[in-house]
């Protein structure tokens, strides 16, 4: 099993749906955890950290289910821009030294 | 100013041959990565240093030497390339907090395309 999995789409929605994407991770150590994005042909930029309480910014909102080794996140009004690989990455462990794991990404269309 | 630069942006070469990709960067960060993004997208951990020593080493073959230095510059060799070589190298810092843990955002250079042929 690989240590974080999502499925890779593609997503193709319209402008101003809502979609929403999981990532699981088997680590039930893993401290931290994060979305990123990326472009086509892009380096990966920190999106959001996920928090065990959820949070939100924005349109996008990221949660935590730490029971079910699963975090999510949800994008409302989608838009033209939205259009980007989303990577969930795991940081398994508090301490120093971890290594950030990336799931291999889905992949998200938003077309007019 | 570019945080994280990599260099050079384009790489192709024959099978066989020596190549390095430098990065540096900043951002005064502690901690330094490579990672390896292949066709499929699935973006690896191949090393990771800290103040210029090695403290991931990913499984890789040893064909793949790191070189850190310092802790802004952290350079990649790879010796006698290979097609399955062929992927995006990815460069990136972060920074440790005190008491050592670290923030989990990584800050990535514009990636090296590497074409074996």
């Not at chain 1, 969930?88 to 998200?108: D, E, H, N």
């Not at chain 2, 802004?72 to 460069?91: Q, T």
Request: hydrophobic letters at 30%; aromatic letters at 12%; charged letters at 20%.
């Amino acid at each position: 099993r690989k240590e974080v999995e999502q499925d890779p789409g593609p997503f193709n929605v319209p402008e101003g749906a809502t979609v929403a994407f999981n990532c699981t991770y088997s680590n039930s150590a893993s401290q931290s955890f994060f979305w990123y994005r990326q472009d086509c042909r892009k380096e990966p930029k920190l999106l959001m950290s996920v928090y065990s309480s959820g949070n939100e910014d924005g349109r996008f909102t990221a949660q935590l289910n730490r029971a079910s080794q699963y975090i999510s996140l949800l994008i409302r009004d989608s838009k033209l821009s939205d259009s980007a690989t989303y990577l969930c990455a795991v940081w398994p462990r508090g301490t120093s030294y971890g290594k950030l794991t990336f799931g291999q990404g889905t992949i998200l269309t938003v077309h007019p | 100013d570019t945080a994280v630069s990599q260099t050079p942006k384009y790489l192709v070469t024959q099978m066989g041959n020596d190549k390095s990709i430098k990065c540096e960067q900043n951002l005064g960060h502690d901690t330094m990565y490579w990672y390896k993004q292949d066709s499929k997208k699935f973006l690896k951990i191949m090393f990771s240093y800290n103040n210029k020593e090695l403290i991931i080493n990913e499984t890789v073959p040893n064909r793949f030497s790191p070189k850190s230095p310092d802790k802004a510059h952290l350079n990649l060799h790879i010796n006698s390339l290979e097609l399955g070589d062929s992927a995006v190298y990815f460069c990136a810092s972060s920074q440790e907090l005190a008491g050592g843990s670290d923030t989990g955002e990584l800050f990535f250079g514009e990636g090296s395309r590497l074409t074996v042929l």
